[in-house]
């Protein structure tokens, strides 16, 4: 399975530009695999780019999961982490991430000084 870098990623889910649209799916025909730093950079793109929602990014997450052509690198917290953006999306999906890639990885508490993330059970306030 071939790996997908950001901007490939970013033109299957924005579809702005004909050709590099038409290549993208072309590339990932036989499947694609997407990492967690590929994924947060995309998100990172379309919310401050594109200007999409919280909500919308939630359904590009939702897109990417449900994709019979793309694997995500650890899907389970990439879901884990899309369930807890849905219900804080003040937080933001990259700090979701991190708090579920520190959950599984068995390394909690997450430090942080971000007062809204030290709110979220498994994060604790430095300082």
Known sequence: MRAVDTNVLVRLLARD????????????AGGGWISHVVLVETLWVLESVYERTASQIATAVEMML???????????????????????????YSDCMVLEIARKAGHLPLGTFDQRLARIDGAHRVG
């Open 17 to 28: 530009d004909a050709s590099q649209l038409a290549a993208a799916e072309a590339f990932v």
């Open 66 to 92: 449900a994709h019979s052509q793309f694997t995500l690198q650890d899907a389970d917290v990439v879901e884990s982490a899309l369930t807890r953006f849905r219900r804080h999306p003040a937080l933001g």
